[in-house]
């Protein structure tokens, strides 16, 4: 039975080869399946899956009321591939059409706003890329997608757009066209803003076409917060208007107005001219790019007298029927010192009353330099002189307030009527607003708090109270600047009708090199109602050309005012100034 | 292998049922269907799905397009210049009624564009304006004559307040 040995030998040898590769598979199988299977998952996840960035939208900027003042939008940038142009055909009803290359050239080209001749000419060539728009808003998107061109596309991206333009854009600042913050709130709230760009995996099969299921959010998209501001636009438009008018009229470099909300600190106006619109900041100089209240300090003049006879009366140095001598000139106590005052007049006798109403730097003088240097520094201190508010706004400038120590013989002097010193507006109104606020001043609002989509708030300011001076020495002191508002040469053209109001005139001279030139700062800061005081209205007017007294600075001050008693129903007075003295001998004036 | 050796009864006997295998091949059968019916459906609901997709995303545009408008519109450069294009003029003197204590407050002067305190046109600049009031003061006095066959007649008499009528002014 040879054939039969052989046979089985045969079979043996077949089965062994068997095994052998069944074994050989076996260990490939182990490698893949257990030795090797996380790294060749990996890879093969690796292949199929994509990884795709979702934006998160840059939130919004609102103002009191929550009218929008910034938001974000979506424009296109408008594409084609010039490779695949060419006709149109279209079947409607078994009739087969054609729209030529020159007919969709006719209609595309209004729509990009180029000519036909270029909108052919950016057509041609066989590139797969040839861009027609830039920027297009959704209008014109949907227009020219409706027109129904193959080889058009679009790359649509977020875009910040201003529906109130220059209204508070000095405060909101812009982005960039890449849509990076470049100024203002937007750079200063960024991170509350911006939000946080969420990331999706998915797997895709070979023709590329999404796995259903297989999403993956590997980190969810949160959307930016909305910043709430204290700012009612409104008021600010209003405001706006009337510096623009202002400026236009006196060839102003600028000029400001802040609207401060007196038992609440919020900042309701912060007003410019010339302003930027964030839609367009290349339109405005760069030096109008940013905002003026916060950014530039300039020596206030004489609407520090007011604190400086808070001063007086706070720390008892004089009372309201106290008296000192005021010449129109006045010899100091060192050589080549001399104070005068802004018109001649015959020696006075005044009160402070009369100091503030004739606004004597003279009286101011003879009165303050009777507090000591150091006591006169720590009330400025405390009245936020000398330190960046605490908004903190972007390239916010602290004024100048030397160390009282290094005041020369002159600025121990001339601190008492705002020269010598440089502060910024914001920093001078809520000096004011220490005044109308009992002596308390409160910590500026401008930002009231952003708040996420889902409601939580984010960020809120914290704010602090600061105590100046006593409720006795604020009251009286408004009443003393009453004096200006009801007899004052200039101060009578900040009047309202049926309201009492106290403020302050200031013509400061502006330093020119190390001298003072021929131009002048002028202001003026004055409360509203006088016995239940509701806002601050400070204005300046930047070198007016030819303008050398503080009437202009009236009006304006006078419109705003009226018009946030009025937006905010605040009724009328009832109740007349208390009879103070103020007259050229310290007496107590007649009203008209 | 093993072999056997049966009667044509036992035979017979052994032959699978028919009946099982109709029900077999049934049930295969209901299967497939009704998978076939959920794959429709699945797919079904992916195209509507992304039909869907598609109408949210014009809807989407839409809302832009009409929110750009309103902003438009409803920018005070906008108002303002409406308001000048109509003759109106801001009127800064305050004139507040208390009804409860039956006071005026402040004198009621008349607006007059040489007193106004600022002026009536815009002069705050926006780019992102783009429609604006199309109204001037020939439309809106057409309109007016339209409407003023159906104006409605004044209330005889004064309202009637908690704290009583406000005297109704003689003149209407």
């Known amino acids: 039975m040879g054939s039969q040995r052989a046979l089985s030998r045969r079979l043996g040898v077949f089965a062994l080869i068997l095994v052998v590769m069944v074994l050989g598979l076996g260990i490939r199988l182990v490698d893949y399946q257990v030795v090797r299977a996380e790294q060749i998952r990996e890879e093969s996840f690796k292949s199929r899956s994509i990884t795709q960035t979702l934006p998160a939208l840059r939130g919004q900027i609102r103002d009191a009321s929550g009218q929008v003042l910034a938001r974000t939008v979506f424009r296109y940038d408008v594409n084609a591939a010039p490779k695949n142009v060419g006709s149109i055909f279209k079947t409607i009803d078994g009739v087969k059409t054609e729209r030529t290359v020159e007919q969709i050239v006719l209609e595309l080209a209004p729509l990009v706003g180029l000519t036909p001749e270029e909108l052919t000419a950016r057509l041609a060539g066989d590139s797969e890329y040839s861009n027609l728009a830039k920027k297009v808003d959704a209008e014109t998107f949907n227009a020219i997608r409706e027109l129904g061109i193959p080889w058009i596309y679009f790359d649509p991206f977020a875009d910040r757009l201003y529906p109130n333009g220059a209204v508070a854009g000095n405060v909101l600042g812009f982005v960039g066209a ?79 107005a802040v609207v401060v909300e007196v038992e609440t600190g919020r900042l309701l106006a912060a007003a410019e001219a010339p302003s930027v619109d964030p839609n367009d900041p290349a339109a405005s100089d760069a030096a109008n790019r940013g905002s003026k209240i916060f950014q530039a300090a300039f020596e206030p003049g004489s609407i520090m007298k007011a604190l400086t006879s808070a001063m007086v009366l706070d720390t008892k140095t004089a009372d309201a029927f106290d008296k000192v001598k005021a010449p129109d000139y006045m010899k100091l106590d060192f050589a080549g010192g001399w104070i005068k005052d802004s018109f001649g007049h015959e020696p006075y006798n005044l009160t402070l009353g009369g100091v503030l109403r004739f606004s004597s730097n003279t009286g101011m003088s003879n009165f303050g330099v009777k507090i000591d240097k150091e006591t006169r520094y720590n009330y400025l201190q405390k009245f936020g002189f000398g330190s960046v508010s605490p908004l903190r706004f972007e390239g916010e400038s602290s004024g100048i307030l030397h160390d009282y120590k290094d005041w020369d013989k002159m600025t121990n002097y001339a601190t008492t009527y705002g020269q010598g010193i440089s502060v910024t507006g914001i920093q001078m109104a809520y000096a004011y607003q220490a005044m109308a606020n009992d002596g308390v001043r409160l910590d500026p609002i401008l930002v009231e708090n952003c708040v996420a989509d889902d409601g939580t708030v984010l960020y809120q300011p914290k704010q602090n109270a600061t105590r100046v001076i006593s409720k006795e020495t604020a009251n009286l002191n408004l009443n003393l600047m009453e004096k200006v508002v009801e007899f004052g040469g200039v101060g009578q053209n900040a009047a309202i009708d049926g309201y009492r109001v106290a403020g302050k005139t200031g013509t400061a001279q502006i330093k020119d090199g190390s001298g003072y030139g021929s131009q002048f700062a002028i202001s003026f800061y004055g409360i509203a ?11 300046t007017i930047y070198k007016a050309i030819g303008v050398s007294n503080s009437l202009q600075a009236t009006f304006p001050f006078k419109a705003i005012m009226q018009q946030a008693l009025k937006s905010y129903r605040v009724p009328p007075s009832t109740t007349k100034s208390p009879d103070l003295p103020s007259g050229k001998y310290g007496e107590v004036e007649p009203r008209n | 292998m093993a072999v056997y050796m049966v009667s044509q009864a036992q035979a017979k006997q052994l032959r699978p049922k028919m009946t099982a295998g109709l029900i077999l091949v049934a049930g295969i059968i209901v299967v497939m269907l009704g998978q076939l019916v959920l794959n429709m459906i699945l797919t079904q609901d992916a195209y509507h799905l992304r039909s869907l997709k598609l109408e949210k995303r014009d809807l989407t545009t839409q809302v832009q397009i009409l929110q750009e408008e309103v902003d438009s519109l409803s920018s005070p450069q906008n108002l303002a210049d409406a308001a000048n ?88």
């Not at chain 1, 959307?223 to 636009?233: H, R």
């Not at chain 1, 109602?529 to 204005?539: D, I, L, R, T, W």
């Not at chain 2, 564009?113 to 783009?130: C, E, I, T, Y």
């Open chain 1, 178 to 256: 890449d849509g990076t913050p470049l100024a203002g709130l937007e750079r200063q709230y960024n991170t509350c803003l911006a939000g946080v760009d969420g990331q999706e995996t998915f797997e895709r099969s070979a023709e590329g076409v999404r796995i259903p299921t297989s999403n993956v959010t590997t980190q969810p998209t949160q959307n930016g917060g909305t910043l709430n501001l204290s700012i009612d636009a409104n008021l600010q438009f209003f405001a706006q208007q009337v510096l623009a008018d202002t400026v236009n009229d006196l060839g102003a470099q600028w000029a400001s």
């Open chain 1, 529 to 539: 109602p006088a016995e239940n005081p509701k806002f601050v209205v400070g204005v």
């Open chain 2, 85 to 172: 294009r109509l003759g109106m003029v801001a009127n800064p003197a305050s004139v507040l009624l208390d009804i409860k204590k039956d006071k005026v407050f402040g004198k009621p002067k008349p607006a007059s564009a040489a007193n106004a305190a600022v002026a009536s046109a815009n002069l705050v600049a926006n780019a992102a304006m783009g429609t604006v009031s199309e109204f001037s003061e020939a439309t809106v006095a057409s309109a007016e004559v339209a409407e003023s066959v159906e104006t409605e007649k004044p209330a005889a008499s004064g309202l009637v307040l908690e704290q009583g009528l406000i005297p109704a002014s003689p003149t209407r």
